[in-house]
């Protein structure tokens, strides 16, 4: 019962490296999320997608793109990577709407250095 | 203004006490409340849903006013296990995205 399951767990990147966060949901869920998080801020929502093959900016998309891969799978790139990007980044997933639980992945923490 | 907001704390209170928090939200349209719990370094886990009839869950409890656009949480018999970081996330409404509050930072000591 893996639920959502991101990679890596821990990263570090130099100024300008791109690198893809992936993340996957084993519960059928049509919505998928990814949310960085830095202290004081809370969660901050980047991208989400509310069904396959859509796609929404979210509060903070500047730097990242993402691919929603299929109903399962929900990437986030960072093309070039910057220390303003160092944080803590969270995939998340719900049936829909969301008017129901979100379940959340383990984080990928980020240093860009 | 932010959409749903939260006292940061954080909230020192010894074990045994009974704490509260509230959250406010600014989208009266909107349909589920919810609070997580997020432990240091962890990802957010749900804690409770929150209906407008209010709900109870051992010494966890929720509320939901809808006039005033709140909820609450209250804890009772506090433990030190209870130390974490509550959020208060409300969806719907017209939206696909669950927004969460900041979160309110609990404390319990010996």
């Known amino acids: 019962n893996a639920g959502v399951t991101q990679t890596p767990k821990f990263q570090v990147l130099k100024t300008g490296q791109s690198m893809t966060l992936q993340c996957a949901q084993d519960?059928?869920?049509?919505?998928m999320y990814w949310y960085r998080q830095d202290p004081g801020m809370g969660l901050r929502l980047i991208y989400y997608?509310?069904?396959?093959?859509?796609?929404d900016k979210g509060e903070v998309p500047n730097g990242y793109n993402v691919s929603r891969l299929n109903k399962r799978e929900f990437s986030l790139r960072l093309e070039s990577a910057a220390p303003s990007q160092t944080s803590v980044y969270f995939c998340?997933?719900?049936?829909?709407?969301?008017?129901?639980?979100?379940?959340f992945g383990q984080g990928t923490r980020l240093t860009v250095v | 203004r932010k959409e749903v907001e939260q006292d940061p704390g954080p909230f020192n209170v010894p074990e045994g006490a009974t704490v509260a928090f509230n959250c406010t939200y600014s989208?009266?349209?909107?349909?589920?409340f919810f609070w997580y719990r997020q432990d240091c370094r962890k990802e957010p886990k749900l804690l409770m849903s929150v209906y407008s009839s209010g709900n109870e869950d051992g010494r966890f409890t929720a509320q939901l006013n809808r006039a005033s656009q709140y909820i609450s949480l209250l804890i009772r018999d506090s433990k030190l296990s209870d130390s974490a970081t509550y959020l208060c996330v409300v969806g719907g409404g017209g939206s696909y995205i669950p927004t969460f509050g900041r979160g309110t930072s609990l404390i319990v000591h010996p």
């Open positions: 997608s509310a069904s396959e093959g859509t796609t």
């Open positions: 519960m059928n869920h049509n919505s």
């Open positions: 998340a997933s719900s049936e829909g709407s969301g008017t129901t639980e979100a379940f």
């Open positions: 989208n009266s349209a909107s349909q589920s």
